[in-house]
């Protein structure tokens, strides 16, 4: 994830300046455990799931509705910056 970047010139009128680049990274995760079912993530993309409270042989026991992957940032290849 892309998170900003800054710079610094060591003196006024420099002809150049150093550049940093911020990012923050997290790894993909494949088999994560949702409501006993498998999940597949990428880096960032946030899981969630909508479950209810059924009966079975009298005892209340949840059971998962839906599972979502949803991507809360947009993707994009940072190649072109030469890291």
Known sequence: MFLGMSYSTPAKKAKK??????????????KVKVGGKSVSKKGFEY??????????NGTPKMQVEGIYVDQVCEYASFSSLGL
């Open 47 to 56: 899981v969630w799931a909508i479950s209810k409270t059924v009966a079975n």
């Open 17 to 30: 300046v150093t550049v940093t680049f911020n990012f923050a990274i997290q790894p993909n995760e494949s």
